[in-house]
């Protein structure tokens, strides 16, 4: 597994903090020490693995710099510098980096696509070292939760207003197998359903969260859906399920567990398990069409399977210290192991927990199978 370190804290002035980032490679034979360690000038914000060439690994840090590594160059020669890099690349990303995507152009040309909080959403080749193209800037899009910050303003006004002003891109997502539709997460609580051929305007809008949105993520079955099914997390304290069809552009559904028992009536304090604070990371199952996991700023995890429950998450759990109490340091990633029952969580410490889960295994179905599931 890879993992990537910094300072968790965007705001952070403390330049002990500051001096670099650390791309570490573990494997579970030995938790205590990475197989492999690269450090980077600034904080790791995200990191990916190339699809078709495994050694490639991308990450994009707080400065608004892409890398990109060749772990088994880096391991082999012990050289940790980039493979290519956009450090001296005119019209970079001037801000944080939250995500970056391997898309499959061809049987052999893959490129990366990275969402930044500069709005601008760039794909990157490999050609000649780096070279960019811009696929899309966002703009702040009018958003029917969002009324009172307009009020009383003309409405021929407001929407000339609103086509100037860009908006921060948070997370970004193909489908699989498709190389040309993309769903982004912007921080004005909206996502948009873009397409790579057309960067000038999005083909559809989907509103419903009150927060920013932290992560989209396209169910892995998606070629298989008639109407393609996605999730997104938010600010907001809810997971949102939402069905890509033309002219569909709410939510089929809000995972928010509410507790499991009512309010005390002495106290009026709401039972404990309810969920109360920002999802910052979701994902879906690669192997159950109907199951995510999600993790919170309070600690907790959630696992749901939306056939068996979409009122409440299979499990909820937290890490517990020595005596047995609730531990709430905030999660901030979640990853599912593509062929063990294994569930990977990062957090604000700097810590990784893996997880062996049990009773989410299922029989081998068929594709048609995953389909009437979800």
Not at 100 to 126: P, Q
Not at 143 to 161: L, M, T
Not at 344 to 354: A, F, I, K, S
């Amino acid at each position: 597994m890879a993992v990537g370190y910094g300072e968790y804290d965007i705001n952070c002035i403390d330049d002990s903090k500051l001096k670099h980032g650390l791309l570490c490679f573990y494997t579970l034979k030995n938790p205590i020490f990475p197989e492999l360690y690269i450090k980077t000038d600034h904080s790791i914000v995200c990191c990916a693995f190339a699809k078709r060439k495994k050694n490639f690994i991308a990450v994009g840090d707080s400065h608004g710099n892409i890398a990109i590594y060749d772990i088994q160059k880096c391991a082999t020669t012990g050289e940790k510098t980039p493979y290519a890099e956009s450090k001296k690349v005119e019209n970079k990303h001037n801000d944080i980096v939250w995500e970056v995507k391997w898309i499959s152009r061809s049987e052999r040309e893959e490129t990366l696509v990275s969402i930044s909080g500069d709005g601008r959403i760039i794909e990157w080749s490999l050609r000649k070292g780096l070279e960019l193209q811009d696929l899309y800037q966002l703009k702040r899009e009018t958003n029917p939760n969002h009324k009172d910050v307009y009020a009383g303003a003309d409405v021929e006004k407001k929407n000339g207003a609103m086509s100037f002003i860009n908006t921060g891109g948070l997370s970004i997502d193909f489908p699989d197998g498709q190389g040309m539709t993309y769903f982004t997460a912007t921080e004005d609580c909206t996502i948009l359903q873009c397409q790579t051929s057309y960067t000038e305007q999005y083909m559809e809008m989907y509103h419903g969260h009150t927060g920013p949105i932290y992560k989209v993520r396209c169910n892995p079955f998606w070629d298989d859906f008639e109407n393609p099914i996605f999730l997104t997390c938010s600010y907001d304290w809810t997971v949102r399920v939402w069905e890509a069809k033309a002219g569909c552009t709410t939510q089929k559904l809000t995972c928010r567990y509410k507790g499991k028992s009512k309010a005390d009536t002495t106290t009026g304090i709401e039972n404990e398990d309810q969920l109360r604070t920002q999802v910052n990371d979701i994902c879906w199952s690669p192997k159950t069409s109907s199951v995510f996991g999600s993790v919170a700023d309070d600690g907790r995890i959630e696992i749901w399977d939306l056939k068996k429950d979409n009122l409440a998450p299979l499990i909820c759990h937290f890490d517990k210290d020595a005596e047995g109490n609730k531990v709430h340091t905030a999660k901030t990633a979640i990853r599912f192991a593509k062929t063990l029952p294994v569930i990977m969580t990062g957090d604000v410490h700097g810590r990784v927990h893996v997880y062996r889960t049990m009773g989410l295994e299922h029989d081998q179905v068929t594709l048609q199978d995953q389909y009437k599931r979800l």
